[in-house]
């Protein structure tokens, strides 16, 4: 599991996608985010083509497992907006993420969050198909 807060999360997932290549219709990968957790940080790193290291945002976070996956960034980024927006009910300040990957072949990826009592599941993309840079 890994706790960030969820007004950084939201910062590096905007920033990343505002500087993500426009999406092509032709490579679904292009529509998502990857996030990855190394040495105590969370990574947001946008699909782009150049200077991706230079896109990717960072945000510090407790970490459990290290993990990487392909989330939909629309998706995402709207969520976490929604999440840490103060007139919120469920508003919070920490969110939780865990992933879970797939144990049989053909099932999917998923990210669970926690915010507070609720929790919201994103079906992803293995981090194996985010082109390398």
Known sequence: MTAVLCANLYQATRLARKAADKPQKTLPVSNHLLIRTHEGRVQVVPFAWEEREKKSQTCPAVIDVD?????????????LYATQNPK???GEDRIEL?????????????????????VVMFYCMDAAEFPAA
């Open 88 to 90: 919120a009910k469920h």
């Open 67 to 79: 993990f990487a996956t392909c989330v939909p960034a629309r998706a995402f980024t709207d969520w």
């Open 98 to 118: 865990w992933y879970n990957p797939p144990i049989v072949k053909g099932e999917r990826h998923r990210l669970y969050i926690r915010a507070g009592q609720s």
